[in-house]
């Protein structure tokens, strides 16, 4: 009876042997109908930072002057 507790605590151990798990593979990115939206959103964001920074330098340049 001794042997098979022995067996099963080597056969477990063979089991969780150093295998490194398999690489899971990564779903494709889905395409919505809102992703052009989002963009052009973001783009207009990004001019609108760049237009209140040209008027931030005016400002400043107006300013300066009086």
Known sequence: MKPLPLLLCVLSLGACSGKPPPPEAKP???STPFDGMRA???RARDV?????KH???QRKQIDAQQ
């Open 48 to 52: 609108q930072k760049v237009v209140d």
């Open 28 to 30: 494709a990115a889905v």
């Open 55 to 57: 008027a931030a330098e």
């Open 40 to 42: 052009e959103e973001q």
